[in-house]
């Protein structure tokens, strides 16, 4: 499909991370797009060809599509929505410190697309929103215009933040949900240029399935988080029970099952359990498996805790260095990252933190933040008790380690990502401490 501004486009509301992905993606694809934002900053900085958050290609794919004329941006979203015969919904919805969603900017839309658009047009709705939304979305518009014909579909973002450019064009599938087939045809035919399945499914079954995905990864994540607790209490090797669990057929070499971490953050995959627990409390159906994942989750956040209580005895006093402060590599959000939740545990237990990160965005901590930030590592690391990886950016395994922990307190690095090689840095007097590899009881006794 191509087409010009002055004729029909494509209408893209909402631009954060998936939004303004969309909006390059689609541009890529051969739409005239239009993005659409309230916040006038935001499409200023969009128009300069500058994201609002770090994507690995995606500044590139922006300043090629202002150029080719494919791509604008706008904060009139009423003006945007004549001759656009498709209106993608593409709200990164915020959630908040208990995980539940606000779905606020998505019924405010609603409310102008209501209004505004244009008879038989297609609304696409690609935020993450809870099972049975889409449908409020429809009564809203069709409450407010009983006789102006359009269609609704959900088809959930498949994203990943530092992959969203790969995803976006090679998905594993597209689940297409809606509730008449004209629906279904057309917005197959959308992305048809997009080569993966389409699969056809009601509007709650296509919202439930974007639930049980993410419900399905973060069981995946705290199971082997527990496993690999125990492996490391009794002295085995996590990692090797991986690989041979990723090697039965039953389950995948996909799977999310690599000991290491501080499990799931950033609200997404949060978000699905707490809609489905939400589900669950209303249909008086019971969900001890979604409750168990998620308090597995919280306390795996408290292994850096352990770690340096089974150091020192005691957190309170301590200089805790921190690399890393993104939800994940490859991005610049410090949205509900894990790096934050330690942070804000050591400070509460009298803890002082320093932290290094070399793309975060700060200003989204802005003056809540409780940790000193330093643009170099060095100054992180010196007269710190300990050294913390926690975001397993590229560069961190090729930081001069030995001469970091030189100058520290005592050289302790904790390594949550088993990012690094553990015996060169045990050979080197460093006490290495590592997730789920079996050398934590033999190196607390050999440094003492």
Not at 140 to 164: D, K, M, S, W
Not at 222 to 248: H, M, P, Q, W, Y
């Amino acid at each position: 499909m191509m087409s010009t501004f002055g004729e029909e486009r494509i209408c893209v509301t909402g631009l954060w991370h998936l939004g303004t992905v969309t909006c390059a993606g689609l541009a890529e694809l051969g739409f005239s797009v239009v993005g659409v934002d309230a916040e006038p900053e935001r499409v200023r900085a969009l128009e300069q060809g500058h994201p609002p958050i770090f994507e690995p290609g995606l500044a590139e794919l922006l300043a090629r599509h202002l150029a080719t004329g494919r791509l604008r941006f706008s904060t009139d979203l009423a003006g945007a929505l004549p001759r656009s015969p498709f209106v993608l919904v593409t709200y990164d919805t915020p959630v908040d410190e208990q995980d539940r969603v606000d779905l606020t900017q998505i019924y405010a839309a609603a409310e102008v697309l209501a209004e505004h658009l244009e008879p038989n047009a297609i609304v696409i709705v690609n935020s993450q929103v809870p099972v049975g939304t889409c449908e409020e979305i429809q009564r809203t518009i069709q409450v407010q215009q009983p006789n102006r014909p359009f269609g609704l579909a959900y088809v959930p973002e498949n994203l990943r933040l530092g992959r969203a450019l790969e995803r976006f064009f090679r998905p594993a599938m597209i689940v297409i949900g809606a509730s008449e087939p004209n629906t279904w045809d057309r917005v197959e035919q959308f992305y048809a240029s997009v080569p993966a399945p389409k699969l056809r499914m009601d509007l709650k079954s296509a919202e439930m399935t974007k639930h049980a995905i993410n419900a399905y990864l973060a069981t995946c994540i705290s199971f082997i988080n527990e496993l690999t607790n125990l492996c490391d209490e009794a002295g085995a090797e996590a990692t090797k029970v991986a690989e041979a669990l990723r090697r039965d057929e039953r389950v995948s070499p996909h799977a999310p099952l690599a000991p290491g971490g501080l499990g799931f953050a950033g609200g997404t995959l949060a978000r699905d359990l707490r809609a489905l627990q939400a589900v669950g409390a209303r249909l008086n159906c019971p969900t001890h498996l979604v409750d168990a994942v998620l308090a597995v989750n919280q306390e795996q956040r408290r292994i850096v805790f352990r770690r340096l209580s089974k150091v020192y005895g005691s957190v309170a006093g301590l200089t805790v260095g921190i690399l890393g402060l993104t939800y994940k590599p490859g991005t610049s959000t410090l949205r509900r990252s894990a790096a934050l939740e330690i942070i804000n545990d050591l400070v509460r237990a009298g803890a002082q933190v320093k932290a290094y990160d070399p793309h975060a965005a700060l200003e989204e901590v802005g003056e809540k933040r409780n940790f000193a930030f330093y643009a170099d590592p060095a100054p992180v690391a010196a007269g710190s008790d300990a050294l913390v990886i926690v975001t397993e950016w590229p560069e961190f395994r090729n930081l001069d380690y030995p001469t970091l922990t030189a100058s520290m307190k005592r050289p302790v690095l904790i390594d949550t990502k088993n990012l690094l090689d553990p015996e060169p840095l045990r050979r080197k007097g460093i006490l290495y401490l590592d997730v789920g590899r079996g050398g934590i009881a033999a190196s607390l006794a050999h440094c003492g």
